[in-house]
């Protein structure tokens, strides 16, 4: 019995050193599961010793350093989805059919919620005045949640949240004003009842809308933009040639990839070449690679300024100017507007620092259209979220 | 620094393990103060020195006792001691509070800097004072050694959230213990159930009840699942710390007393004080209620003294008028108890005695959470009581379930002393002593388990402090 009890303490005890020893040892910076910057372990400094905030940053450290960081968040990931059958797990709820969702939101105070999106509809209309004033057409396009217009996926537990999008899109409608054209893209992006996963409009692992999907929004964006300009160009699926990929989608990879998932759409290019030339970088706005950030636009960038012409190096002036306003919702929208305008600068203010707001811009570059996209994943809207995306945070 | 993190974890403890066992034993008691400071002074150094003055003062007062035969000159040094303690405690933990009252009574602006909270000021001073108290009473014999008293006080496992340990249950220890294998190898058991228990469990059941705590506006379904959650979370928290502290004291050849006996388990309100926090009950029982004259005095004197240990008992978790509350609720029900619910609880099923007490227990919990405004609390208890639910509650609840179910069923299954069975029962049955082993190792290779499955939830966790770090 002794050496059994020294065997145990001897496991315990190699085990905690081992890891000790090459946590210290790590040098991590980013953690791909978790999307993050790792904390890194400060330089030694005994004059520190007594300042918390060293201690603490050491402390971050070793557990952002923890030795198989990754390969144990997939293990625990694993453990929870596919031992214990979990169907919620951190940030993520697992639907039918692989189908992939953010947890729920829930709301408990309708009176607030009600005020915070009338607070909402406030500032877009005080800066959509200051667009149309400019002379261009301010479109407010609201993407939903995946939950809402995916709904017939989502696992038993799950709230269903069409009621509290329903009723956040029938407040916003009867506050805004006229300056601003609205677009709820529910109608849009739900697929007929019945629909299979595999017809759905959002990638079944992630929250974002999928190329078939934003393509529905660019025709109907393209839809206002011809009542001005009728000749302008509108893109079919048909212009496309398209590939099928397993899709690295932020669900799955919250989930450290426990959900296998199907190959969908991901990667697109355009049958006849486009001739644009992209001031901010050099590039593709349609890309290679297995997650929606690189397969459209390259990346979240803070400014994303691309100019189409007939040669390659001159804009056709009888083409309108758009300027964009959103996050990675609008990576794909954007990659399709090049092919329908003059100049397409496309901001996002989770990196754009300027400090200059939507207005500033529309006042200096003179668009024709402006294109308001204040959406997250983790909520059906955000106060936070509606003054950032216009630049007013 | 918190049990539960990776840096305690995967740095401090095979660091202090690796020098502890490799050094000389007369260097392991500096080697264990020498950490234990760094442990405590970790989370704020600016306080180590405070805790260090609070215990030396305690040390003179108990050489001053001890060096006089004059009863009133040990009476002096002994209550200077006392209000020395109590006076820190009380500026630390209830200046602001007091403040706040006596601006909000009598409408006055008195203005005070926001006082910081010690880590486990509650606890240390608790421990310092009996020991004073202790050679005062000729109970144990003084401590010449500074640096032992220091380590009795400051030994990392207990000092910051308990259990209390008496200078007598160490004493020896302190001195002279021998590092025997069994002990470590039982020590690391209860640390990694210990360990278990914070990270699954209470962390889990935890997040689910601050989710419905946090809710502006809850119905009785909600409510009901948020107090039960808490009532597991408390449970799971507070004797996971306990566990881990036993744990690493008996690794380290320290032998402390039990602080938990399945509580949730219990027959009555009295019962279950029995059960919980017993080092706490104890304190008080054998610092000031016996002191007061205790039972012995008649049943007027009885209740105000129990009434004395219950309010104190609520002031000393903290300086929130929930707190003061919760104590008198116990008041209340431990002195019906006494008066005449005892006697109609003998002769009920064992069933509704269980029911009683878990009831009276977890709404007592509620209490003890709403530290953020009474409002809050009568809210909350309204909610419970009311028997109204709203459409989307149970669609909200079914969401939580899915996630946190899992851990409620396991805190309810690990509230009752199934694993104290097991061993006992697989202790009796296996007589061959290669199945004793075999059994014995089976059970060592599930502790690895449940601690490499912990790791994977600690690593997927954010800071989770212990709850009564803040007492």
Request: one cysteine or more.
């Given at each position: 019995?002794?050496?059994?009890?020294?065997?145990?303490?001897?496991?315990?005890?190699?085990?905690?050193?081992?890891?000790?020893?090459?946590?210290?040892?790590?040098?991590?910076?980013?953690?791909?599961?978790?999307?993050?910057?790792?904390?890194?372990?400060?330089?030694?400094?005994?004059?520190?010793?007594?300042?918390?905030?060293?201690?603490?940053?050491?402390?971050?450290?070793?557990?952002?350093?923890?030795?198989?960081?990754?390969?144990?968040?997939?293990?625990?990931?694993?453990?929870?989805?596919?031992?214990?059958?979990?169907?919620?797990?951190?940030?993520?709820?697992?639907?039918?059919?692989?189908?992939?969702?953010?947890?729920p939101?829930v709301?408990t105070?309708?009176?607030?919620?009600?005020?915070?999106?009338?607070?909402?509809?406030?500032?877009?209309?005080?800066?959509?005045?200051?667009?149309?004033?400019?002379?261009?057409?301010?479109?407010?396009?609201?993407?939903?949640?995946?939950?809402?217009?995916?709904?017939?996926?989502?696992?038993?537990f799950?709230l269903?949240?069409?009621?509290?999008?329903?009723?956040?899109?029938?407040?916003?409608?009867?506050?805004?004003?006229?300056?601003?054209?609205?677009?709820?893209?529910?109608?849009?992006?739900?697929?007929?009842?019945?629909?299979?996963?595999?017809?759905?409009?959002?990638?079944?692992?992630?929250?974002?809308?999928?190329?078939?999907?934003?393509?529905?929004?660019?025709?109907?964006?393209?839809?206002?933009?011809?009542?001005?300009?009728?000749?302008?160009?509108?893109?079919?699926?048909?212009?496309?040639?398209?590939?099928?990929?397993?899709?690295?989608?932020?669900?799955?990879?919250?989930?450290?990839?426990?959900?296998?998932?199907?190959?969908?759409?991901?990667?697109?290019?355009?049958?006849?070449?486009?001739?644009?030339?992209?001031?901010?970088?050099?590039?593709?706005?349609?890309?290679?690679?297995?997650?929606?950030?690189?397969?459209?636009?390259?990346?979240?960038?803070?400014?994303?300024?691309?100019?189409?012409?007939?040669?390659?190096?001159?804009?056709?002036?009888?083409?309108?100017?758009?300027?964009?306003?959103?996050?990675?919702?609008?990576?794909?929208?954007?990659?399709?507007?090049?092919?329908?305008?003059?100049?397409?600068?496309?901001?996002?203010?989770?990196?754009?620092?300027?400090?200059?707001?939507?207005?500033?811009?529309?006042?200096?570059?003179?668009?024709?259209?402006?294109?308001?996209?204040?959406?997250?994943?983790?909520?059906?809207?955000?106060?936070?979220?509606?003054?950032?995306?216009?630049?007013?945070? | 620094?918190?049990?539960?993190?990776?840096?305690?974890?995967?740095?401090?403890?095979?660091?202090?393990?690796?020098?502890?066992?490799?050094?000389?034993?007369?260097?392991?008691?500096?080697?264990?103060?020498?950490?234990?400071?760094?442990?405590?002074?970790?989370?704020?150094?600016?306080?180590?020195?405070?805790?260090?003055?609070?215990?030396?003062?305690?040390?003179?007062?108990?050489?001053?006792?001890?060096?006089?035969?004059?009863?009133?000159?040990?009476?002096?040094?002994?209550?200077?001691?006392?209000?020395?303690?109590?006076?820190?405690?009380?500026?630390?933990?209830?200046?602001?509070?007091?403040?706040?009252?006596?601006?909000?009574?009598?409408?006055?602006?008195?203005?005070?800097?926001?006082?910081?909270?010690?880590?486990?000021?509650?606890?240390?001073?608790?421990?310092?004072?009996?020991?004073?108290?202790?050679?005062?009473?000729?109970?144990?014999?003084?401590?010449?050694?500074?640096?032992?008293?220091?380590?009795?006080?400051?030994?990392?496992?207990?000092?910051?959230?308990?259990?209390?340990?008496?200078?007598?249950?160490?004493?020896?220890?302190?001195?002279?213990?021998?590092?025997?294998?069994?002990?470590?190898?039982?020590?690391?058991?209860?640390?990694?159930?210990?360990?278990?228990?914070?990270?699954?469990?209470?962390?889990?059941?935890?997040?689910m009840?601050?989710l419905i705590?946090?809710m502006?506006?809850v119905d009785a379904p909600l409510a009901w699942a948020g107090?039960i959650a808490?009532?597991?979370?408390?449970?799971?928290?507070?004797?996971?710390?306990?566990?881990?502290?036993?744990?690493?004291?008996?690794?380290?050849?320290?032998?402390?007393?039990?602080?938990?006996?399945?509580?949730?388990?219990?027959?009555?309100?009295?019962?279950?004080?029995?059960?919980?926090?017993?080092?706490?009950?104890?304190?008080?029982?054998?610092?000031?209620?016996?002191?007061?004259?205790?039972?012995?005095?008649?049943?007027?004197?009885?209740?105000?003294?129990?009434?004395?240990?219950?309010?104190?008992?609520?002031?000393?978790?903290?300086?929130?008028?929930?707190?003061?509350?919760?104590?008198?609720?116990?008041?209340?029900?431990?002195?019906?108890?006494?008066?005449?619910?005892?006697?109609?609880?003998?002769?009920?099923?064992?069933?509704?005695?269980?029911?009683?007490?878990?009831?009276?227990?977890?709404?007592?919990?509620?209490?003890?959470?709403?530290?953020?405004?009474?409002?809050?609390?009568?809210?909350?208890?309204?909610?419970?009581?009311?028997?109204?639910a709203r459409d989307r509650s149970m669609e909200i609840l079914s969401g939580y379930l899915a996630k946190y179910g899992?851990?409620l069923?396991?805190?309810?299954?690990?509230?009752?002393?199934?694993?104290?069975?097991?061993?006992?029962?697989?202790?009796?049955?296996?007589?061959?002593?290669?199945?004793?082993?075999?059994?014995?190792?089976?059970?060592?290779?599930?502790?690895?388990?449940?601690?490499?499955?912990?790791?994977?939830?600690?690593?997927?966790?954010?800071?989770?402090?212990?709850?009564?770090?803040?007492?």
């Open positions: 019995m002794r050496y059994m009890k020294s065997a145990f303490v001897a496991c315990f005890v190699c085990f905690i050193a081992f890891v000790g020893l090459s946590t210290i040892a790590g040098r991590n910076d980013w953690s791909p599961t978790e999307g993050r910057t790792l904390n890194q372990f400060p330089g030694l400094a005994y004059s520190r010793l007594g300042d918390v905030a060293y201690l603490n940053k050491i402390t971050n450290a070793f557990s952002d350093q923890i030795s198989g960081r990754e390969r144990k968040i997939a293990l625990y990931n694993d453990m929870m989805v596919n031992v214990l059958g979990q169907k919620w797990v951190g940030s993520v709820a697992v639907g039918k059919e692989k189908q992939l969702y953010q947890e939101e709301i105070d309708e009176k607030a919620y009600e005020r915070e999106v009338i607070r909402c509809a406030e500032i877009v209309n005080r800066e959509a005045a200051k667009v149309v004033k400019s002379g261009a057409r301010f479109i407010y396009i609201n993407y939903p949640r995946k939950d809402v217009a995916v709904n017939e996926f989502l696992p038993d799950y269903d949240s069409r009621k509290d999008y329903e009723k956040y899109i029938s407040i916003m409608k009867s506050h805004l004003s006229e300056d601003v054209t609205f677009i709820d893209a529910y109608d849009i992006l739900k697929t007929p009842k019945g629909s299979s996963a595999s017809e759905q409009r959002y990638y079944s692992n992630d929250h974002h809308v999928n190329f078939q999907g934003q393509m529905l929004i660019y025709q109907k964006l393209m839809s206002l933009v011809q009542e001005e300009f009728p000749d302008v160009r509108v893109c079919q699926l048909s212009d496309f040639h398209m590939e099928e990929s397993v899709v690295n989608g932020s669900f799955n990879r919250r989930l450290g990839y426990a959900v296998s998932s199907r190959e969908e759409v991901l990667q697109v290019q355009p049958k006849e070449p486009w001739n644009y030339v992209r001031k901010d970088r050099k590039t593709a706005i349609f890309g290679r690679g297995k997650d929606y950030a690189r397969a459209f636009m390259g990346g979240d960038f803070a400014n994303t300024v691309v100019v189409a012409s007939k040669d390659g190096k001159k804009g056709n002036s009888a083409l309108p100017k758009i300027f964009i306003s959103g996050s990675s919702y609008t990576n794909s929208l954007e990659a399709l507007c090049v092919g329908s305008f003059r100049s397409m600068h496309s901001v996002d203010y989770r990196s754009n620092k300027s400090g200059k707001t939507v207005a500033d811009y529309v006042e200096k570059e003179k668009p024709d259209y402006v294109v308001y996209i204040p959406n997250q994943s983790d909520r059906h809207f955000s106060y936070e979220m509606f003054q950032l995306h216009l630049g007013l945070k | 620094m918190v049990f539960s993190s990776a840096i305690f974890v995967f740095g401090f403890l095979p660091l202090l393990l690796g020098l502890y066992f490799l050094a000389a034993p007369k260097c392991r008691n500096y080697i264990l103060l020498a950490f234990s400071l760094v442990f405590y002074g970790w989370g704020g150094p600016a306080y180590l020195i405070l805790m260090v003055a609070v215990v030396m003062g305690d040390y003179v007062f108990a050489l001053l006792i001890s060096m006089t035969e004059r009863e009133r000159l040990r009476k002096l040094w002994v209550v200077l001691a006392v209000l020395g303690n109590l006076g820190c405690l009380g500026y630390y933990k209830y200046t602001n509070f007091l403040v706040e009252n006596i601006n909000g009574i009598f409408g006055t602006s008195i203005q005070v800097a926001k006082i910081l909270l010690p880590i486990g000021i509650s606890f240390f001073t608790f421990q310092a004072m009996s020991y004073v108290i202790d050679v005062y009473r000729r109970d144990v014999a003084v401590q010449k050694n500074p640096f032992y008293v220091m380590l009795y006080v400051a030994l990392f496992p207990q000092l910051v959230a308990g259990p209390i340990v008496r200078y007598k249950t160490v004493e020896e220890e302190i001195i002279s213990r021998k590092i025997r294998v069994d002990d470590v190898a039982d020590g690391l058991e209860r640390f990694i159930i210990g360990f278990g228990k914070k990270i699954i469990i209470a962390n889990n059941t935890g997040a009840a601050d705590f946090a502006p506006a107090a808490y009532t597991l979370q408390i449970y799971f928290d507070f004797s996971a710390y306990s566990d881990m502290a036993i744990g690493l004291g008996r690794i380290f050849g320290f032998h402390f007393d039990e602080n938990f006996n399945f509580p949730y388990v219990s027959r009555s309100v009295g019962d279950f004080w029995r059960r919980w926090h017993i080092s706490l009950t104890t304190w008080f029982r054998d610092y000031v209620y016996i002191p007061l004259g205790g039972n012995r005095k008649g049943q007027p004197r009885m209740y105000f003294n129990m009434f004395v240990i219950w309010a104190l008992t609520g002031i000393w978790h903290g300086a929130e008028w929930n707190f003061i509350l919760w104590g008198l609720y116990y008041f209340i029900f431990q002195g019906a108890e006494k008066l005449f619910l005892g006697r109609i609880l003998e002769r009920i099923p064992r069933l509704f005695q269980h029911a009683y007490t878990l009831l009276v227990v977890t709404f007592g919990w509620v209490i003890f959470r709403c530290d953020d405004g009474l409002g809050h609390l009568a809210r909350y208890g309204k909610a419970m009581f009311s028997f109204q899992i851990y069923v396991l805190g309810i299954i690990l509230s009752i002393p199934i694993y104290r069975h097991v061993k006992g029962f697989l202790a009796g049955r296996l007589e061959h002593p290669a199945a004793r082993t075999l059994a014995a190792g089976c059970g060592y290779l599930a502790l690895l388990a449940v601690f490499y499955v912990s790791v994977l939830y600690l690593v997927n966790s954010t800071y989770n402090p212990f709850i009564y770090f803040r007492f």
